[in-house]
Each structure stands twice: as structure tokens, then as C-alpha cells.
T-cell receptor
């Protein structure tokens, strides 16, 4: 079968750093994506890793280890507006993505 | 350019009815995917269409169907609605590059009573 595992909830304070892990087990793998979704909003794309290593985009970074079937999203200098749900997703076959159940991040002051 | 447009945004149906949801992708995008989102279950893949052909299908019963037209607009249909079909149905379009980036619409929130 196929599965993506990520923590259901994470809490942190403003200015902190948080890491959201994602492990996956899928029958095919092209890459790992991360999406952010605020309450009532549409998911928006954050990052994509097709190769091992770290990708940095501003305060957000994403890491992939294909050999470990593992990735993470690193959020630095947390702000209140970062409170949202974060989803990892595997690009399994072409362009169809399979999503994890999401991690709810709560940032407090 | 305009984003992904989904209609209707909200709708209420009763058990046993059927519903059709529409999605207009970003201009030039030829691939459309549909997802069902329910609390605690994340986004569950329904199907993907490319150039009017279903390319991938998720693990949903045959009551869920879809199609894509020559202008890339897509519709999904759910027949014989059940209470458990209440969800946010999201459509996403893909630009063609294999970058893992989907562009989502705001979704159609279906409530089945």
C-alpha cells in the first residue's frame, strides 16, 4: 500500500524554529512536495524536492532523503501568520500527488 | 492570469441526490486533479485528467466520476449521495512541468443532509 506519515499537531512560539517530518511508503516516487493551507483557504505550494538534500526558500526549507523515504519542512523565525495546516505530498506517477493527513501548526505569542 | 475557478462554492444536497461540480483550470493548463478533503483525513486523491483522458484514479467508489472537456474544464459527479460525502472538493491544475506544484481552487463545499 501507500502511506505518508506526519505529526497531527505541532505548537511553537513566535520566533522559534519548527520541523515537520514526513515519512512515506509509496509504490512510485518522483519527489516530495509541501503545501500550506490556512483555515478556509486553498492549499498553496511551498516547495518540492526531487533529489536528496535541502532546498531553501526564505524562512522555509525542505529536506529529502530518498534512501530513508523521509523528508521534513523547516520553518524558521515563526510568525503568527504561519499558523496553518501543512501537508507533505508524494509525486507518485507523473503529476498526481498523494497527500498526507496534514500537520496543524499553532504559533503563539 | 486568472486562477483555478470552482463552482459552486457551497451547496447542500440530501441523501440519494446527485451533484455535479465544475472546475476551470488556469489558462494553458491541460491537467486537472480532484481531491476530497474531510477533517482529519487530509486530501484524498479522486482522479486526474489530461487532455480529456483520465490518467489516474484514486480509491473511491464508482459513484464518483469525472470528465474533462476539450477546453480543459473539468467536472466531477457524485451520484446517490451519502452523508459521508460531505466534504470540501478541491480541484487543482498543473502547468505541465513535473515540479510537484499544483494550483488549487478555493473548493466546493458539499453538505449532504
Amino acid at each position: 500500500g501507500q502511506s505518508l506519515e506526519q505529526p497531527s499537531e505541532v505548537t511553537a512560539v513566535e520566533g522559534a524554529i519548527v520541523q515537520i517530518n514526513c515519512t512515506y511508503q509509496t509504490s512510485g516516487f518522483y519527489g516530495l512536495s509541501w503545501y500550506q493551507q490556512h483555515d478556509g483557504g486553498a492549499p498553496t505550494f511551498l516547495s518540492y524536492n526531487a533529489l536528496d538534500g535541502l532546498e531553501e526558500t526564505g524562512r522555509f526549507s525542505s529536506f529529502l532523503s530518498r534512501s530513508d523515504s523521509y523528508g521534513y519542512l523547516l520553518l524558521q523565525e515563526l510568525q503568527m501568520k504561519d499558523s496553518a495546516s501543512y501537508f507533505c505530498a508524494v509525486n507518485q506517477a507523473g503529476t498526481a500527488l498523494i497527500f498526507g493527513k496534514g500537520t496543524t501548526l499553532s504559533v503563539s505569542s | 492570469k486568472a486562477g483555478v475557478t470552482q463552482t459552486p462554492r457551497y451547496l447542500i444536497k440530501t441523501r440519494g441526490q446527485q451533484v455535479t461540480l465544475s472546475c476551470s483550470p488556469i489558462s494553458g493548463h491541460r491537467s486537472v486533479s480532484w481531491y476530497q478533503q474531510t477533517p482529519g483525513q487530509g486530501l484524498q486523491f479522486l482522479f486526474e485528467y489530461f487532455s480529456e483522458t483520465q490518467r489516474n484514479k484514486g480509491n473511491f467508489p464508482g459513484r464518483f466520476s469525472g470528465r474533462q472537456f476539450s477546453n480543459s474544464r473539468s467536472e466531477m459527479n457524485v451520484s446517490t449521495l451519502e452523508l459521508g460525502d460531505s466534504a470540501l472538493y478541491l480541484c487543482a491544475s498543473i502547468g505541465g512541468s513535473n515540479s510537484g506544484e499544483l494550483f488549487f481552487g478555493e473548493g466546493s463545499r458539499l453538505t449532504v443532509l
